[in-house]
């Protein structure tokens, strides 16, 4: 759920930090979400439930816009099903502790600032070396498919002429 919400009236996008654990996101910068259910109709109601179990918003409080592309992650053989959403105001963040380290609420107009994205060499779950795009973040790097649905938002925002 890529979750975008005003803080002291500055649009903001949620992302949280992974917590350390023997996995291929283990620390890593992402979005909140995770792996369908029984219990989960859609994708949607996947990305509603784990946002709820993640940070602790609750999804009737989440204006869904619509989706972003989905992205197929190799390391850990899933595809992913982004979905944009909007709340009308900064929630209480209730992050859990197994699952999430940290939350960040970053202006989304860091993401529109020149030369945000940058490229360096990157070790991949697959133990392969690549170059790689990523937003460095307050010192940490936020690449792979959050990176890509990110861009893929400030893409469709510039389109429709949003201001942020």
Same mark, same amino acid.
């Given at each position: 759920?890529?979750?975008?919400? /005003?803080?002291? $009236? %500055?649009?903001?996008?949620?992302?949280?930090?992974?917590?350390?654990?023997?996995?291929?996101?283990?620390? &890593?910068?992402?979005?909140?979400?995770?792996?369908?259910? &029984?219990?989960?109709? !859609?994708?949607? $109601? !996947?990305?509603?439930?784990?946002?709820?179990?993640? +940070?602790? %918003?609750?999804?009737? $409080?989440? &204006?869904?816009?619509?989706?972003? !592309?989905?992205?197929?992650?190799?390391?850990?053989?899933?595809?992913?099903? /982004?979905? +944009?959403?909007?709340?009308? &105001?900064?929630?209480?963040?209730?992050? $859990?502790?197994?699952?999430?380290?940290? !939350?960040?609420?970053?202006?989304?107009?860091?993401?529109?600032?020149?030369?945000?994205?940058?490229?360096?060499?990157?070790?991949?779950a697959m133990g392969m070396t690549l170059m790689a795009p990523y937003y460095d973040i307050e010192g940490r790097t936020l690449w792979g498919a959050t990176a890509m649905m990110i861009s893929e938002l400030c893409t469709?925002?510039?389109?429709?002429? +949003?201001? +942020?």
């Open positions: 759920m890529s979750l975008i919400y /005003p803080v002291n $009236d %500055i649009p903001h996008l949620l992302v949280i930090e992974r917590t350390s654990y023997d996995g291929v996101h283990s620390g &890593q910068l992402a979005f909140p979400g995770g792996k369908m259910e &029984q219990s989960d109709k !859609t994708f949607l $109601d !996947t990305a509603l439930r784990e946002t709820q179990e993640e +940070v602790g %918003i609750h999804p009737q $409080d989440i &204006q869904i816009i619509g989706p972003l !592309t989905e992205v197929y992650v190799l390391a850990s053989n899933f595809m992913v099903h /982004p979905y +944009v959403g909007v709340l009308q &105001q900064a929630p209480l963040l209730l992050p $859990d502790s197994k699952e999430v380290a940290n !939350t960040l609420e970053i202006p989304l107009s860091t993401f529109f600032v020149p030369d945000i994205l940058k490229v360096k060499p990157m070790k991949s469709v925002i510039r389109q429709r002429n +949003v201001i +942020v």
